[in-house]
């Protein structure tokens, strides 16, 4: 294994450099799991380098959760702890390692979610018990989502979160082999969705504005069925789609409708926050056109629950067959959503939590541009007056020279990210898959390196924070 090791690390031998390597060696699979890695004097001796050099590195294996330590019986890679989940979402889970600033995780800062004391006092004392076949969604709550929603839909249905909706869509519209263009980057588990189905991805490349209209041109000769995308707050970029790039995209469509007629299914997950105004597809194609608003950024990921609507021939096969599994959403959630969605307290409390994501985004954002960092993306996007592109929603996408490396370099300063591998939706992670990226009508070569960063948990030390990124990209 030493000569291996040796064989993996670059010219440049530092603590960082040798971690990554022995990063890539387990992560591909050339290293198992279990097995015992060299010393640290015979790594050491190998390599020419200093035995300080080699545990600062093991150190850094150790503090991401890709190794531990036994003492005299020496390091050992450890075993994968999230072997039962899908291959994005496990790789997007990654350790479970402490950190001293986790902005891995995609989740939004708790001290920023509403209180719930007043809303669960609306919920009755007693369960309710409505027929089996009773109306699924409450009156008052699809009022008002019908008054919020982008355009007029004509059904709307409760569903149990973001993802859950996705996968109920998907569910009517695919079949085996069929092709959905999806964006590159994209959400793990939605390209986990999309093997489960069987599905094969055309992945187009986004930019600040959201899908870009001449890659899915391109996209669209190959007939696809459907077309997943977020419409606000990215993940992982940050990105808005604008309504000037929705009406693009809808001339693409229209011009290629001769060739093919996909369904959209459209997830804005982070609506409440997003400090952009809501936009769907839907308000030019509402008949194909399925758009979900979830609240677990805005309100919790405990809450589990979302709103579907779109055309009534695909939400009744929807609701139909939800009756075939849970039924419906709870009318207990359904009361406690209506409440926070309509009290005055926990509207001024979501609208704080929207002003202080985005302030947090705009200081980080200037931070990383003073060190050279403008964004995932080239130009474009003024914020503040900075010129500076700001992410919207909690998550920053940061181009880095090598992502191991950076993940790797964080860890030992004790701050954790998430690879951007999971998130690119024309490579795989675990191999074999053949999925196509899309850029101008060409094929697109290997993924670029980044790094997501949740930008909504940095809530002070922005200066020291963007020094460690900027130093971890440049690694």
Known sequence: MIDLIAGAVEEKKSPEAIAAAVSRLIRSGEIASGERLPTVRDLAATLGVSPATVSNAWQALASVGLIVSRGRAGSFVLQAGTTWMPAHFAE????????????????PDALLLPDLGAALA???????????????????????????????????????????????????????????????????????LLDQFGAERVAVPVDQHGM???????????????ILLQTRAHNPTGASMSEGRARELVRVLRAHSHLTD?????????????????????????????????????????????????????????????????????????????????APSSVAQIAEARAVYHSR?????GAL???????????????????????????????????????VTLAAS?????????????????????????AGGRAG?????????????????????????AAAARA
């Open 212 to 226: 870009l209209p001449d890659a899915l041109a391109f996209a669209l000769r190959s007939n696809p069925a459907a």
């Open 414 to 438: 004790g701050l954790r990210v998430a690879a951007g591998a999971p998130f690119q939706a024309h490579a795989g992670v675990a191999g074999g898959d053949s999925a196509l990226r899309v």
């Open 92 to 107: 997007l889970a990654g350790s479970h390692v402490e950190a001293r600033l986790d902005l891995s995780a995609g989740t």
């Open 262 to 342: 996909p369904v959209i299914v459209e997830d804005d997950h982070s609506g409440e926050i997003s400090t952009v105004r809501a936009t769907s597809l839907g308000s030019w194609l509402p008949h194909r056109t399925l758009h979900i608003r979830s609240y677990a950024k805005s309100h919790g990921p405990d809450l589990r629950i979302g709103a579907l609507a779109g055309p009534t021939n695909l939400i009744d096969q929807i609701v139909a067959r939800r009756m075939l599994g849970p039924g419906w959403t709870s009318r207990m959630l359904q009361i406690i959503l209506y409440e926070l969605l309509t």
């Open 445 to 469: 070569s290997e993924h670029p390196q980044a790094i997501r960063v949740t930008a909504g948990l940095v809530r002070s030390n922005f200066d020291e924070v963007a020094e460690l990124l």
């Open 122 to 192: 609306r919920v009755p004392s007693r369960a309710d018990t409505s027929s089996y076949l009773a109306g699924r969604v409450l009156p008052e709550l699809e009022s008002h989502l019908r008054a919020s929603w982008p355009y007029p839909p004509e059904s709307l249905t409760i569903v149990d979160g973001a993802l859950d909706a996705v996968s109920r869509s998907l569910d009517v519209v695919l079949r085996y082999g069929d092709r959905v263009v999806v964006e590159d980057p994209s959400f793990p588990p939605f390209l986990d």
């Open 361 to 365: 985004q705009i200081a980080l954002a």
């Open 369 to 407: 541009a003073r060190r050279g960092f403008g964004g995932g993306f080239a130009g474009g996007g003024a914020a503040s007056g900075s010129g500076i592109w700001v992410p919207d929603g909690i998550n920053l996408w940061m181009p880095v020279a090598d992502e191991r490396a950076a993940i």
